[in-house]
């Protein structure tokens, strides 16, 4: 069992950076593929970037390449979103989930924490 807890979220402008980071509760963190997802007020959870177990190759969604880095320091247990150039577009609440190599679904859900970008 992985317990998953993100934190970071919050309000910010058009324009400005949050960091939103992600904490494991596993002693095989390595073991899992990590990845961010996000809920906008009535739409649809969507990905958003990925990670995988070395933190060499990352996956990101069209609408945050270029703007979000996903990165993961595996002996700390934790996976950091940067978000940068943040627009009201982005506002959702994000979560962390991770899945490992035998799983096709993601197991693993945080709570989720809001971010929320004003014009």
């Known amino acids: 069992q992985v317990q998953l807890l993100e934190s970071g979220g919050g309000s910010v402008e058009t324009g400005g950076s949050l960091r939103l980071s992600c904490a494991a509760s596993?002693?095989?963190?390595?073991?899992?593929?990590v990845a961010w997802f996000r809920q906008g007020p009535g739409k649809e959870r969507e990905f958003v970037a990925g990670v995988s177990w070395s933190g060499i190759t990352t996956y990101y969604a069209d609408a945050v390449k270029g703007r979000f880095t996903i990165s993961r320091i595996n002996d700390k247990n934790m996976v950091w979103l940067q978000m940068n150039s943040l627009e009201p577009e982005d506002t959702a609440v994000y979560y962390c989930?991770?899945?490992?190599?035998?799983?096709?679904?993601?197991?693993?859900w945080g709570q989720g924490t809001q971010v929320t970008v004003s014009s």
């Open positions: 989930a991770a899945k490992d190599t035998r799983q096709v679904e993601y197991a693993y």
């Open positions: 596993t002693r095989t963190f390595r073991d899992y593929f």
